[in-house]
């Protein structure tokens, strides 16, 4: 990879992580694109995503504080168990078990055969779909906010975000859709997303670490260069989207994620881009 690659595809990172169009997706059409048709690698993904979620630290530093100082006391008595800030501790802890248990039992086919894009076309179609639906439910109903939360939603949001080890699903897609379809409102759905995705991503960008540098296509330093970059970009991201949804749907980043579908189920067919790049020896071996 070189430096151009790693500045655009951290660029690309920063940009989608927290849109709802699927920032894993991207990573593939455009790291195909700039590879000569070959996959960027998971490796490469995961560990740039602690770009974006450090950007969520920073963000949301307070909050983060906060809930955690919050948690800890409850554990020992010193803050009731029913606190909002303590239940939100456990929320976020009993919502990441999905993502790391099946992550965990399908880590193959995480990093290979679920990366074959014609499984993005179906998924940035079907959940742009998905989230349409959801967003025009949610109008129709009474909104709730987070401290509505209990733990049947949390562990849905949880199988929600699990949902975007495939591809092409979206971690806020799948998260967001999740919580309109249980009428919380876009802001409350959005921010929660961004918190439960903190110690997923972690631990997936860490244990991805050792796979940085072990071949010729992906090396530490564009991967360093794509990671501060995806921080910048991605810290900007959020506080628009957190401003945007508050008057705005989420119709455009639906028709958006149809229409991408569509023009890579052209490039495929055409054969610009190859379906299987992830199998095939190079960068996405």
């Not at 168990?81 to 995480?110: E, H, K, N, T, Y």
């Not at 679920?114 to 179609?125: A, K, P, Q, S, Y």
């Not at 949902?163 to 919580?179: H, M, Q, W």
């Amino acid at each position: 990879m070189g430096w151009l690659e790693a500045i655009v595809l951290g660029i690309v990172q920063g940009l989608t992580e927290f849109l709802p169009i699927s920032s894993s997706a991207h990573q593939l059409i455009v790291g195909q694109l700039f590879f000569g048709g070959k996959d960027p690698g998971a490796a490469f993904t995961a560990v740039t995503q602690l770009g974006t979620e450090t950007a969520v630290l920073v963000y949301f530093w307070r909050d983060i504080v906060r809930i955690v100082s919050r948690w800890a006391q409850s554990l020992v008595g010193r803050v009731p168990r029913d606190d909002f800030d303590a239940r939100m501790g456990w929320f976020v802890i009993v919502g990441s078990l999905p993502i790391g248990i099946l992550g965990l039992l399908f880590q193959d086919a995480i990093d290979s055969t679920l990366r074959n894009l014609w499984i993005t076309v179906v998924t940035l179609g079907g959940v742009g779909l998905l989230l349409g639906f959801a967003d025009r439910y949610a109008q129709d109903h009474q909104f709730k906010d987070l401290h509505a939360l209990n733990w049947r939603d949390a562990i849905i949001y949880g199988l929600c975000q699990a949902a975007a080890l495939i591809p092409g699903v979206s971690r806020s897609g799948g998260t967001i859709s999740g919580g309109l379809f249980m009428r919380y409102d876009r802001p409350s759905a959005t921010r929660y997303s961004f918190l439960l995705a903190i110690p997923a991503v972690f631990a997936s960008g860490l244990f991805k670490l050792k796979d940085i540098g072990s071949d010729s296509c992906v090396e530490w330093g564009p991967t360093i260069v794509a990671t501060v970059i995806a921080f910048v970009v991605g810290y900007a991201i959020i506080a628009w989207l957190l401003r945007y949804i508050t008057t705005h749907t989420f119709s455009p980043f639906v028709i958006y994620r149809v229409a991408l579908a569509v023009v890579l189920a052209g490039l495929l067919v055409g054969g610009v881009l190859d379906p299987e790049a992830a199998l095939t020896a190079g960068c996405g071996a």
